[in-house]
């Protein structure tokens, strides 16, 4: 039985070792400092921005879902965006990666986000994450721009959030 919940203290060590996991992975920029089981901590506990997909009790998948958590807003997003939010430290285990488990975790964030109030949300891709696009884009996101930060060439891309009109 799959699940999608949001993530509890009591997840932390498993969830860091799924990250830890992807080190070095096609694709993944992550590395022994980022993100580290602080980030893993503050997303749970002071964020509460955390959410698990677990099928039959173990955690396959997270994500965050929350304030867009950059200082400085890049251009290419969309100004009229008043709340943005964004999903990050996307992960898998490797064993299950490639059957839609992040897709299925995704759009369910983003039922989720409509419910939090956000009227759009952004993500930063690698440029070099190929399947992290195709997914992206697959789930109704678009690239917007390009650009480095923290050393790394990014994608930059967001979607609109559709809110019910008798919201």
Known sequence: MIE?????PCDTEEIF???SSLNGTPGCTWNEEYPTLEFV????????????????????????????????RPECFDKSIKRLGEFSRVGVRR?????????????????EAVNLGYDGLVLLVAAENFG????????????????????????FYEIMLKRCAND
Do not use: C, P
């Open 132 to 155: 992290a696009m195709a997914l992206y884009e697959k789930i109704g996101f678009r690239r917007v721009g390009e650009g480095v930060m923290y050393d790394t060439h990014w994608f």
């Open 95 to 111: 064993e299950y990666q490639r059957k839609g488990y992040a897709e299925r975790l995704l759009r369910f964030l983003l039922k």
């Open 4 to 8: 999608i919940t949001k993530a509890l």
């Open 17 to 19: 070792a799924i990250y």
């Open 41 to 72: 901590r503050h997303d749970i506990g002071e964020r509460n921005s955390l959410y698990k997909l677990t099928e039959n009790g173990v955690i396959i998948a997270a994500a965050y879902l929350g304030d867009f958590e950059e200082t400085e």
